[in-house]
T-cell receptor, first 116, second 116 residues
Framework: AQSVTQPDIHITVSEGASLELRCNYSYGATPYLFWYVQSPGQGLQLLLKYFSGDTLVQGIKGFEAEFKRSQSSFNLRKPSVHWSDAAEYFCAVGAEDSNSGYALNFGKGTSLLVTP | ETGVTQTPRHLVMGMTNKKSLKCEQHLGHNAMYWYKQSAKKPLELMFVYSLEERVENNSVPSRFSPECPNSSHLFLHLHTLQPEDSALYLC???????????????FGPGTRLTVL
């Protein structure tokens, strides 16, 4: 069965520290990979996406993610976290051979808290 | 108004009420989506419309009835809901439907629904 796992429900980092949010997926085919961020009371905003090509993807707000096929991972990173980065982060995966050509499977999310 | 808007932002209803959620996109997109976001659960795709035609119904109970009168508007009609239907309902749009088109989905802020 296709699945997306975000192992960390909550993460706390100090402002200025580096950040890595984990995402693992289970798919038979080449996946399409996304990271979204959701601030309180807001919808989801796309940070970055991977479809093919360079496995290191640059996104908005200084985020990047690396697709590692051997580890079935697509971890999100940021070298220096700002207080405004506190939010819920969702990893999402889709695949061409999925039952639905439209569906993204979302992880349960990781809540990021940034301390002074 | 820009992007994807949703009204109302908050809704409280009894199990015998009939209400509707409204979504409007100002992006010139041709595909629109309804998602359900429940606490501690991944986002669930409910419906997909492409060029005003429903192309996906993800085993959603009939007490949820979508309507897409044109490519800019999407409604979710609700009746005889259950308390477990309480959730954040998110609308999204994309240029075209289908992951193979490398679409980014733009999300609205959601409607927080509470069923008493």
């Amino acid at each position: 069965a296709q699945s997306v796992t975000q192992p960390d429900i909550h993460i706390t980092v100090s402002e200025g520290a580096s950040l890595e949010l984990r995402c693992n997926y289970s798919y038979g085919a080449t996946p399409y990979l996304f990271w979204y961020v959701q601030s309180p009371g807001q919808g989801l905003q796309l940070l970055l996406k991977y479809f093919s090509g360079d496995t290191l993807v640059q996104g908005i707000k200084g985020f990047e993610a690396e697709f590692k096929r051997s580890q079935s991972s697509f971890n999100l990173r940021k070298p220096s976290v700002h207080w405004s980065d506190a939010a819920e982060y969702f990893c999402a995966v889709g695949a061409e051979d999925s039952n639905s050509g439209y569906a993204l499977n979302f992880g349960k999310g990781t809540s990021l808290l940034v301390t002074p | 108004e820009t992007g994807v808007t949703q009204t109302p932002r908050h809704l409280v209803m009894g199990m015998t009420n009939k209400k509707s959620l409204k979504c409007e996109q100002h992006l010139g997109h041709n595909a629109m989506y309804w998602y359900k976001q429940s606490a501690k659960k991944p986002l669930e795709l409910m419906f997909v419309y492409s060029l005003e035609e429903r192309v996906e119904n993800n085993s959603v109970p009939s007490r949820f009835s979508p309507e897409c009168p044109n490519s800019s508007h999407l409604f979710l009609h609700l009746h005889t809901l259950q308390p477990e239907d309480s959730a954040l309902y998110l609308c999204a749009s994309s240029q075209r439907a289908g992951l193979e088109h490398h679409n980014e989905q733009f999300f609205g802020p959601g409607t927080r629904l509470t069923v008493l």
